[in-house]
Each structure stands twice: as structure tokens, then as C-alpha cells.
């Protein structure tokens, strides 16, 4: 079946450091890749996307590239705010099919300390 | 402005007591669903619909029920909520495959 694998948090960072979240894939057909995030207390909002092989979805700093040969789709921002500190989720929406049903990673939490 | 609306942001109720989540979405997308979200097991989806009188089950769709009898609504209702249906519960809508967005989420405490 579809899921997702993304690195265990909680990850803790000093403002303006590099961030990468890991985040794998095992999916049938050509998935479509997604980040969320989730601020404390509120909903879980698109934060980028991608949706064939070698796109690269970037908002807000955030970027990440659909690697089809290591299934993997990786977060990274250059220098992490204080205000970017959320649960981060990976997900998919497999290929073919009725239901565009999101397959999520357990999230990780970051913590931006100032 | 696009927005998903969900109503009651909170809920406390008791077992057995009937009870409605509404969704609501100004985009126009035809595709809608729910999901809970429950501390180590991550999001599930609960039901969906790919358009106005077509829904399907999803996940984890034992003791829900739905219905899509307009485009923009996609009410989650609870006939007889039991305690493992606490839990914190988002709508979501979308183009399908290319982009879904979430509302705000509904806490729900049943005791």
C-alpha cells in the first residue's frame, strides 16, 4: 500500500539555522507530493506541492524536490523564524484511482528558539 | 476569499446523543472529505465524496455518516457518538489530485 515516512522529531533549531525534513515515499503510479503545516491550535494549511517527477515546490522560503529514483521528498528553508515553528507534514495522493485520499506522515514537530 | 468552514470548532457531548459537524466550501470543488486526527495515529480519512450524491467510505468510516446534497456542503453526522470518537476532526476539499485544502477542525469530546 501507499505510505509515507518522514524523520522523527521533535527537531529544535536556533533562528535563522538550516532545516531539512526527510520525508520518503512507497506508492503505486506517479504520486502527487505535498507538504502541510500545522501551527498549534488551527487546521493544517498547503504549504507547497509537487506533482510529477523533478518538480520542485517552493512558498514562503519553503522548497522541496519530487526525487522519483529515492522516492523522496525532502523540506528544506535556508533560515528558519521564530514564527516557523509548526508540525510539518508529508503527504501523497496516490496516482489513478477515485479517491484522492491524502496518505500522511506522522508529522514533526520544530521548535525555533530565538 | 476561498475558505472551508467548519461548525462547531468545539463540541462536548454525551454517548448517544446525535449529533452534526458541518463543512462548508466557497471554491466550487466537486471533491470533498473528512478526517480525524488522533495522537499516534496520525490522520485517517473517514469518508469522501467525489461529487454531489456520490460518497464513499474511507478508512475508518464505522460510525459515521454523510451525505452531499450540495455542492458546498459535506455535513459529518454521528448517530450515537461513543468516547473513541473523540478526537480532533478536519473537512477537506480540492481539486482532486492536484491540491486539497483544510478547514479549521472541530474538537470533539464525547464523554
Known amino acids: 500500500g501507499n505510505s509515507v515516512t518522514q524523520m522523527e522529531g521533535p527537531v529544535t533549531l536556533s533562528e535563522e539555522a538550516f532545516l531539512t525534513i526527510n520525508c520518503t515515499y512507497t506508492a503505486t503510479g506517479y504520486p502527487s507530493l505535498f507538504w502541510y503545516v500545522q501551527y498549534p491550535g488551527e487546521g493544517l494549511q498547503l504549504l507547497l506541492k509537487?506533482?510529477?517527477?523533478?518538480d520542485k515546490g517552493s512558498n514562503k522560503g519553503f522548497e522541496a524536490t519530487y526525487r522519483k529514483e529515492t522516492t523522496s521528498f525532502h523540506l528544506e528553508k535556508g533560515s528558519v523564524q521564530v514564527s516557523d515553528s509548526a508540525v510539518y507534514f508529508c503527504a501523497l495522493i496516490r496516482g489513478g484511482g477515485s479517491n484522492y485520499k491524502l496518505t500522511f506522515g506522522k508529522g514533526t514537530l520544530l521548535t525555533v528558539n530565538p | 476569499e476561498a475558505q472551508v468552514t467548519q461548525n462547531p470548532r468545539y463540541l462536548i457531548t454525551v454517548t448517544g446523543k446525535k449529533l452534526t459537524v458541518t463543512c462548508s466550501q466557497n471554491?466550487?470543488?466537486?471533491?470533498m472529505s473528512w478526517y480525524r486526527q488522533d495522537p499516534g495515529l496520525g490522520l485517517r480519512q473517514i469518508y469522501y465524496s467525489m461529487n454531489v450524491e456520490v460518497t464513499d467510505k474511507g478508512d475508518v468510516p464505522e460510525g459515521y455518516k454523510v451525505s452531499r446534497k450540495e455542492k458546498r456542503n459535506f455535513p459529518l453526522i454521528l448517530e450515537s457518538p461513543s468516547p473513541n470518537q473523540t478526537s480532533l476532526y478536519f473537512c477537506a476539499t480540492g481539486t482532486g489530485r492536484y491540491e486539497q485544502y483544510f478547514g479549521p477542525g472541530t474538537r470533539l469530546t464525547v464523554t
Open positions: 509537487a506533482t510529477k517527477a523533478d
Open positions: 471554491m466550487n470543488h466537486e471533491y
